[in-house]
């Protein structure tokens, strides 16, 4: 049973086009996020939300927008796909309670390449 | 602001020997501290965390952590490291925000290659 589970896996794309990765997680928990593997390996949030609703968004471009139709589940839709969209992109969740020292629990990754 | 720095992009060991990984945070309050592993290809694993009590913390696949508040500190070591343990390990601190809500902060990764 995969606990966090990401679709597709890879997504090879031109420039201009709009996509979208799905997010799912099994695990009960409340708390949902997206971060950011760049070419380089580093990690950063982008965005969280807890049981339907956003509370963390970083300095993001609104091209971004991640949407929770419930909290199994937290989509990350891109519009105008540009080259330095490409990366890795990581679903986790959390259960909220334990607060920063709660475990996040990642999915497999979504590598997007953007021609 | 708080940041997580590990020294070591990359780092080659001998199967068998024993392995430390540098890890050194930036936060105003108590840390919670986080390492984690990607394999090639992979998602993230937690190896281990530490958010009070006794600095040495003990994880999975044989690894353990001290952290060390007077150095700023939370290293990660093996004592006989496996040819499976080639990867890419992040150290991470944790922040927290009112609500009870948290976002990781992660360094930039140290790849760990493992010579048979």
């Known amino acids: 049973d995969t606990a966090v589970s990401q679709t597709p896996k890879y997504l090879v794309t031109q420039m201009g086009n709009d996509k979208s990765i799905k997010c799912e997680q099994n695990?009960?928990?409340?708390?949902m996020y997206w971060y950011k593997q760049d070419s380089k390996k580093f990690l950063k949030i982008m965005f969280s939300?807890?049981?339907?609703?956003?509370?963390i968004n970083e300095t993001v471009p609104n091209r971004f927008s991640p949407k929770s139709p419930d909290k199994a589940h937290l989509n990350l839709h891109i519009n105008s796909l540009e080259l330095g969209d490409s990366a890795v992109y990581f679903c986790a969740s959390s259960q909220r309670s334990g607060g920063r020292g709660e475990t996040q629990y990642f999915g497999p990754g979504t590598r997007l390449l953007v021609l | 602001a708080q940041s997580v720095t590990q020294p070591d992009i990359h780092i080659t060991v001998s199967e068998g020997a024993s392995l430390e990984l540098r890890c050194n945070y930036s936060y105003g309050a108590t840390p919670y501290l986080f390492w984690y592993v990607q394999s090639p290809g992979q998602g993230l694993q937690l190896l281990l965390k530490y958010f009070s009590g006794d600095t040495l913390v003990q994880g999975i696949k044989g690894f353990e952590a001290e952290f060390k508040r007077s150095q700023s500190s939370f290293n990660l070591r093996k004592p006989s490291v496996h040819w499976s343990d080639a990867a890419e390990y992040f150290c991470?601190?944790?922040?927290?925000?009112?609500?009870?809500?948290?976002?990781?902060?992660f360094g930039a990764g140290t790849r760990l290659a493992v010579h048979p």
């Open positions: 939300y807890n049981n339907k609703e956003l509370i």
């Open positions: 695990l009960g928990h409340d708390t």
């Open positions: 991470a601190v944790g922040q927290g925000f009112s609500g009870g809500y948290n976002k990781l902060i």
